[in-house]
């Protein structure tokens, strides 16, 4: 598989549960982004890693917490959200030493919290 | 505050007629205005990079050019398979970061 894969595609929760999102990238990348995406809004950086170090929390509530285990792997885990965090997050990855890189993303997962 | 703005909001367009998307940007030093595809349920697919004023870039109907304020995309002869919402961002700064500054995109639709 190639490109870079989100998991589940999509999700619905309740305020007090705690679920995780995953992504995987098969790019050799050395970079992974978080983002979330909701309606009529701009695109919103949550986590950034680079060589699995955590250099960027975009000022991001505490119930979403990041976990990248190594380059190719990137968790969201999830816990005590409200109705508002309902969006689509979008997971990419990138290579920080070219120069004309942009993002792949994968293609999300649509989280609903009821 | 780097900002970046896009318009118009939505765009209909008939096949075959050409128009063009605005992205406008305030940034301090920037590196680089992308330009990426998102169709629905999916995740951005990305375009062009533009670095310098003047700059151009193209892709089969698609033309990206960038001034110091601001980029188009040209869309030339449109197919219905251009519909999409079109997504510019800037990175900007002194350093290597990785901060993108997303514009809200423009939903484009192109009927048959």
């Known amino acids: 598989e190639t490109g870079v894969t989100q998991t589940p595609r999509h999700l619905v929760m309740g305020m007090t549960n705690k679920k995780s999102l995953k992504c995987e990238q098969h790019l050799g990348h050395n970079a992974m982004y978080w983002y979330k995406q909701s309606a009529k809004k701009p695109l919103e950086l949550m986590f950034v890693?680079?060589?699995?170090?955590?250099?960027e929390n975009n000022s991001v509530p505490s119930r979403f917490s990041p976990e990248c285990p190594n380059s190719s792997h990137l968790f969201l885990h999830l816990h005590t959200l409200q109705p508002e965090d309902s969006a689509l997050y979008l997971c990419?990855?990138?290579?920080?030493?070219?120069?004309?890189?942009?993002?792949?993303f994968g293609s999300g997962t649509r989280l609903t919290v009821v | 505050e780097d900002q970046v703005t896009q318009s118009p909001e939505a765009l209909r367009l008939q096949e075959g007629e050409s128009s063009s998307l605005n992205c406008s940007y305030t940034?301090?030093?920037?590196?680089?205005l992308f330009w990426y595809r998102q169709d629905p349920g999916k995740g951005p697919e990305f375009l062009f990079t533009l670095y310098s004023a003047g700059e151009e870039k193209e892709k089969e109907r698609l033309k990206a050019t960038l001034t110091k304020k601001e980029s188009f995309l040209h869309i030339t002869a449109p197919k219905p398979e251009d519909s999409a919402t079109y997504l510019c961002a800037v990175q900007a700064g002194l350093v290597d970061g990785q901060n993108f500054v997303f514009g809200p995109g423009t939903r484009l639709s192109v009927l048959p």
């Open positions: 890693y680079n060589f699995k170090e955590q250099t």
């Open positions: 940034v301090s030093g920037l590196r680089g």
């Open positions: 990419a990855s990138s290579q920080r030493d070219r120069g004309d890189y942009g993002y792949t």
